[in-house]
C-alpha cells in the first residue's frame, strides 16, 4: 500500500540551526501538507502546498519556515533558525486531488527535538 | 469560527468493555468532512473514516462504528469489545468546506487494560 515516508524519523539540533525535514508524498497526489504537534497537544496546520506554490498558510508559518519541492517526488520543510519552541513532531501529508474524498494521508513524522 | 471539541481527555477501559469517544464540532459551511484519525503509540497519524456533511448514514466496521448527528453536531465513534491494541490517542478532525486544512481536535488518549 502507497505511503508518506518521512525522513528523518528523530532530528536533534541547536537552537539557530537549521533544520530540513523530508516528505515523500504518495505517488501521483497533487496536494501536500506539513502539520505539526507540540508534545501532549493537538496537531496544528502549517502550510498547504499545491501546483508547486503556497496554497495557505497558518500563523505559525513565519518566515523562518519554508517549503519546496525540488522534484518530482521530494517535499521538504526548512526552518531557518530553530528556536527552543519549535521542538515538536513535524507530520507531512498528502492527497491525490479534491474529488477523491479530501483524504489527506499521514507519515510516521519526524521527532525534532531543538536544544 | 471551525472548531472540533474533544471534551474527554483521557478513557480508561477494561478490555473487551465498550467505549464510545465523542467529538463535536462547529463550522458555518454546509458542506464539510469528519474525520477521525489513530495515533498509536508509535507516533504515527492513521486514517480512520471520513464522512461528508450530507451522508448521515452510521457506518461500521469491524468492531468500530460512527455516529454522524447533524441535528447535534456530533460524530461520535465506538469500539466495540475494545483490545488492548485499541490504546492510541484519537482525534477528531474537520474540514470546513473545499479544499482547506484540517482542524484537529485535542484528541482522546484510549488506554485499554488487560
Known amino acids: 500500500e502507497p505511503e508518506v515516508t518521512q525522513t528523518p524519523s528523530h532530528q536533534v539540533t541547536q537552537m539557530g540551526q537549521e533544520v530540513i525535514l523530508r516528505c515523500v508524498p504518495i505517488s501521483n497526489h497533487l496536494y501536500f501538507y506539513w502539520y505539526r504537534q507540540i508534545l501532549g497537544q493537538k496537531v496544528e496546520f502549517l502550510v498547504s502546498f499545491y501546483n508547486n506554490e503556497i496554497s495557505e498558510k497558518s500563523e505559525i508559518f513565519d518566515d523562518q519556515f519554508s517549503v519546496e519541492r525540488p522534484d518530482g517526488s521530494n517535499f521538504t520543510l526548512k526552518i531557518r533558525s530553530t528556536k527552543l519552541e519549535d521542538s515538536a513532531m513535524y507530520f507531512c501529508?498528502?492527497?491525490?486531488?479534491?474529488?477523491?474524498?479530501?483524504?489527506?494521508?499521514f507519515g510516521a513524522g519526524t521527532r525534532l527535538s531543538v536544544l | 469560527a471551525q472548531k472540533v471539541t474533544q471534551a474527554q481527555t483521557e478513557i480508561s477501559v477494561v478490555e473487551k468493555e465498550d467505549v464510545t469517544l465523542d467529538c463535536v464540532y462547529e463550522t458555518r459551511d454546509t458542506t464539510y468532512y469528519l474525520f477521525w484519525y489513530k495515533q498509536p503509540p508509535s507516533g504515527e497519524l492513521v486514517f480512520l473514516i471520513r464522512?461528508?456533511?450530507?451522508?448521515?448514514q452510521n457506518e461500521i466496521s469491524g468492531r468500530y462504528s460512527w455516529n454522524f448527528q447533524k441535528s447535534t453536531s456530533s460524530f461520535n465513534f465506538t469500539i466495540t469489545a475494545s483490545q488492548v491494541v485499541d490504546s492510541a490517542v484519537y482525534f477528531c478532525?474537520?474540514?470546513?468546506?473545499?479544499?482547506?486544512?484540517?482542524?484537529f481536535g485535542k484528541g482522546t488518549r484510549l488506554s485499554v487494560i488487560a
Open positions: 501529508a498528502s492527497k491525490s486531488d479534491f474529488l477523491a474524498k479530501n483524504i489527506q494521508y
Open positions: 464522512r461528508n456533511s450530507f451522508d448521515e
Open positions: 478532525a474537520l474540514i470546513p468546506s473545499g479544499n482547506t486544512p484540517l482542524v
